[in-house]
Nanobody, 123 residues
Framework: QVQLVESGGGLVQPGYSLRLSCAAS????????MGWFRQAPGKEREFVAGINWSGGSTYYADSVKGRFTISRDNAKRTVNLQMTSLKPEDTAVYYC????????????????WGQGTQVTVSS
């Protein structure tokens, strides 16, 4: 089992940046892929970004490609999401998740979830 704790959410103006972090404990961190997901009010949870076990492969939703960057530090057991050029439509609760597998797959592969952190983009 993996325990995940997110941090770094908040209120920012459009065009600004924010960095989310997720700290993991439990199962060997370097053995599994990690992902960030988000859920806006009234909408389904959606994939934002994913990174494989080594950090060598990353994946992004089209809506955030070029603006968000996912990274991981296996020694520190953390995964980060750097968000730039934020838009009001990025407003959501952001969740960190750990996959059961070493490479990024569909949402059903992610078996451990954090409690979520709120990101609000508004002027």
């Amino acid at each position: 089992q993996v325990q995940l704790v997110e941090s770094g959410g908040g209120l920012v103006q459009p065009g600004y940046s924010l960095r989310l972090s997720c700290a993991a404990s439990g199962r060997t961190f370097s053995s599994y892929a990690m992902g960030w997901f988000r859920q806006a009010p009234g909408k389904e949870r959606e994939f934002v970004a994913g990174i494989n076990w080594s950090g060598g492969s990353t994946y992004y939703a089209d809506s955030v490609k070029g603006r968000f960057t996912i990274s991981r530090d296996n020694a520190k057991r953390t995964v980060n999401l750097q968000m730039t050029s934020l838009k009001p439509e990025d407003t959501a609760v952001y969740y960190c998740a750990a996959s059961r597998y070493s490479n990024v797959g569909p949402m059903r592969d992610f078996g451990s979830w954090g409690q979520g952190t709120q990101v609000t983009v508004s002027s």
